[in-house]
């Protein structure tokens, strides 16, 4: 799938606030890449996917307009970003002087210089075990009541000295949020991340 080393597929790419997680209010360039191979049954970007020819992108050029936009993080998310080296990419990032982010499944091998790591893990495709020490954070969306029991798996694999634990009502199940908030002032370790940039409508 991949040309060259000089260009990655982005689906979209765009200057706002942080919506959910640790950094919720944080601004941040996103740079999302296409492809995914994970395939969560409630996906909300069911489009990234695929990778379509038209998506290939100079990396140079998405470092400029990052660089231009002002942010001073930039957000490597997907899609699954880890199908791809993401050395080239978060090297030109750090040169242009932004702080680097990944949101990622753990799906495929580690790779990149980055300041922080969300990992996501998700029931469809396991996060390889090398995730569990680099997060920085690890956010485990509850879909249905079994996930808190899969999230304290998930999180027996973290270091309690590094990771902070996020759970995260999926969008569709926000009904959730109370079996969410019941759970976590049992389990203090744990602590609530919403997906506020979809109260607020921004992207
Ligand atoms: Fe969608 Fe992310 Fe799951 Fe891929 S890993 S299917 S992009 S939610």
């Known amino acids: 799938m991949v040309r060259t080393d000089t260009e990655i597929p982005v689906m979209e790419h765009f200057y706002t606030l942080q ?7 944080t601004p941040a360039y996103f740079i999302r890449l296409a492809g995914c191979d994970v395939g969560c049954h409630w996906c909300d970007v069911k489009e990234s996917w695929s990778v379509s ?14 660089r231009e936009s002002g942010a001073p993080i930039a957000v490597i998310t997907g899609g699954e970003p880890t ?12 040169a242009a002087g932004l702080r680097t982010h990944i949101e990622t499944s753990g799906a495929h091998p580690f790779t990149g210089d980055f300041d922080w790591v969300t990992l996501s893990p ?11 020490s680099q997060a920085h954070e690890l956010k485990v969306i509850v879909y249905n009541a079994h996930d808190l029991t899969w999230a304290v798996e998930q999180a027996a694999h973290c270091d ?12 569709s199940r926000r009904d959730r949020v109370d079996q969410v908030i019941q759970f976590i002032l049992k389990h203090p370790q744990w602590h609530l991340s919403l997906q506020t940039h ?6």
Do not use: C
């Open 160 to 171: 309690p000295q590094r990771t902070k634990l996020y759970l995260q009502p999926e969008w």
């Open 83 to 94: 199908m791809y080296d993401l050395g080239p990419l978060t090297r030109s990032l750090k």
């Open 53 to 66: 020819e038209d998506q290939w992108m100079p990396i140079s050029e998405v470092t400029q307009i990052a």
């Open 19 to 25: 919506g959910e997680g640790h950094h919720a209010g």
């Open 122 to 132: 998700k029931k469809f495709k396991a996060a390889r075990e090398e995730y569990f």
């Open 198 to 203: 979809k109260y607020i409508n921004i992207p």
